[in-house]
Structures are given as structure tokens and as C-alpha cells.
């Protein structure tokens, strides 16, 4: 599996903030959807979120929804696990947040091919989300009543305990 680039534009985004401690992490819940006006006719050089993710599926041929676009939007479904925190990183305390986008397709499952990050950190981090988005199942989103594909935003906090 060949890494990717972990150079990509820094984005600002609001999140709703979580923590976990050492050996595991926290998912945070999708951002709020946006007013459609807050998102309607972007600068070419203002960052449109899942668009990368969507072009990445349509190269697949897959047609993804965003998640004003859906009556019910999938969502990641807790099952008391996360990411573990990379070993590598356990002895300095390091802290991070890995925020990422990707297509959740209309079995409940992360489409891998459409991972993104949105801002870089260190590559033990995202190999830890990754690993985890591999096994990790979400609610369907449903346009209709019908299972469909969506883009999901996603931050994944890693936290050390308090001493």
C-alpha cells in the first residue's frame, strides 16, 4: 500500500472537541451541515469539502451523496473502540488529530480509495485511523429509503492521560 502525501492544504473546519486516553482515541461526529449558502459558488482556491473524496469515487464509478444531499446520513456506530494510539508515539505523549474524508458506501463500509486527510500529521497516526476504518461499520445514509453512498467528514482525537 503506497503512502500518501501527507502535505495536503491545512484546512480550518470546526469540530466538536472529544478525548480519549493513552492506547486508544476518540471519533468526533461529523461537522454540522452547512447552510447551502455557505457552501454555494466557492473560489477556485476555497476548499469545498468531500470534493476530493467524490472525484476519487467517480474515477470507481460510484455516485456519492454529500450530506446535505441525503435524508439520513451515515454515521459511524460506536462499538467502545478507536484507533489505537501508535506505540511509536506512547513514551513522548504526543497528541494529535487526524481529520479525514471518505465515502462510506452503501454496504455501512469506509471505501478506502477515497480516504483523504485533511490537514498533515505524522504517518503512524493515519495508519492507526485507517487501520481501524477498515473493520469499522456505519449506519447507511438513505436517499428515498434507499442505501446510498455518502462522503463523510471525520476527526479522530488521539490524547494522552493526564498525569
Given amino acids: 500500500m503506497k503512502k500518501k502525501a501527507l502535505s495536503q492544504r491545512c484546512v480550518a473546519v470546526l469540530f466538536a472537541m472529544a478525548s480519549a486516553t493513552a492506547g486508544s482515541c476518540a471519533s468526533v461526529p461529523p461537522r454540522e451541515r452547512l447552510p447551502p449558502s455557505a457552501s454555494a459558488d466557492p473560489s477556485p482556491t476555497s476548499y469545498v469539502p468531500c470534493d476530493a473524496a467524490i472525484r476519487r469515487a467517480a474515477v470507481a464509478g460510484l455516485r456519492v451523496f454529500r450530506e446535505t ?95
Fill in 69 to 163: 444531499e441525503v435524508g439520513e446520513p451515515a454515521a459511524l456506530i460506536f462499538e467502545n473502540r478507536g484507533p489505537k494510539y501508535p506505540p511509536s508515539f506512547e513514551m513522548t505523549g504526543t497528541a494529535a488529530s487526524v481529520e479525514t474524508e471518505f465515502v462510506v458506501d452503501s454496504t455501512g463500509r469506509a471505501d478506502m480509495t477515497t480516504f483523504g486527510l485533511l490537514q498533515p500529521v505524522p504517518a503512524s497516526f493515519v495508519e492507526s485511523v485507517r487501520d481501524f476504518l477498515l473493520t469499522a461499520r456505519f449506519t447507511l445514509a438513505r436517499v428515498g429509503g434507499h442505501p446510498v453512498a455518502m462522503c463523510v467528514k471525520q476527526r479522530f482525537e488521539f490524547r494522552t492521560r493526564s498525569r
